[in-house]
T-cell receptor, first 115, second 114 residues
Framework: ETGVTQTPRHLVMGMTNKKSLKCEQH?????MYWYKQSAKKPLELMFV???????ENNSVPSRFSPECPNSSHLFLHLHTLQPEDSALYLC??????????????FGPGTRLTVT | TQLLEQSPQFLSIQEGENLTVYCNSS?????LQWYRQEPGEGPVLLVT?????EVKKLKRLTFQFGDARKDSSLHITAAQPGDTGLYLC??????????????FGTGTRLTIIP
């Protein structure tokens, strides 16, 4: 596998279900991100992890719970979601370098539908 | 809050034509990136511009960063159907080392008609 991979690619879940999204990066990066992409809205940053430590929680509801066990893996745990949470969830990674340019590399996304 | 407005929001042109899309803000960015996203996929990085006034070329695509580093443009020459996609610009604020965040633009959805 190369780049950033995400599983599953598609997920349909009921409002009472619990599910998890998985992201893995094979680029040796030290930062990982979760974004939400809804129709007609800009990409919304949800969470940022630098060196496995969460450095950003962009006012995300607690029904979304991130987990970063190491610098290569990132999870998004979902529970009691609402229909308006249906969206494309994108994972990205980057390498933080002092004075450098941070380029983010994205996975293919998980298309989530909440019924 | 830094905002990036992209224009036009939608653009549909014939194959072979030229086009320009814009990314504008009232805020300064230390660098700006352009991505292309195809349906059902994640955004793919096309280019990063860093210096005010910088111009970068990627085959038929020309990217320019404004002198004041508040805006950018993407010009495509002789558009082809493979250029179809959602074009996103993303700016990095001047001072957030160690906690890198990008502000994404609203996107331009481009369709090239064969």
């Amino acid at each position: 596998e190369t780049g950033v991979t995400q599983t599953p690619r598609h997920l349909v879940m009921g409002m009472t279900n619990k599910k998890s999204l998985k992201c893995e990066q094979h680029l040796g990066h030290n930062a990982m991100y979760w974004y939400k992409q809804s129709a007609k809205k800009p990409l919304e940053l949800m969470f940022v992890y630098n060196f496995k430590e969460q450095t950003e929680n962009n006012s995300v509801p607690s029904r979304f719970s991130p987990e970063c066990p190491n610098s290569s893996h990132l999870f998004l745990h979902l529970h009691t979601l609402q229909p308006e949470d249906s969206a494309l969830y994108l994972c990205a990674s980057s390498q933080a370098v002092a004075g450098g340019v941070y380029e983010q590399y994205f996975g293919p996304g998980t298309r989530l539908t909440v019924t | 809050t830094q905002l990036l407005e992209q224009s036009p929001q939608f653009l549909s042109i014939q194959e072979g034509e030229n086009l320009t899309v814009y990314c504008n803000s009232s805020s300064v960015f230390s660098s700006l990136q352009w991505y292309r996203q195809e349906p059902g996929e994640g955004p793919v990085l096309l280019v990063t511009v860093v210096t005010g006034g910088e111009v970068k070329k990627l085959k038929r695509l020309t990217f320019q960063f404004g002198d004041a580093r508040k805006d950018s443009s993407l010009h495509i020459t002789a558009a082809q159907p493979g250029d179809t996609g959602l074009y996103l610009c993303a700016g990095r604020p001047p001072s957030n080392f160690g906690n890198e965040k990008l502000t994404f633009g609203t996107g331009t959805r481009l369709t090239i008609i064969p």
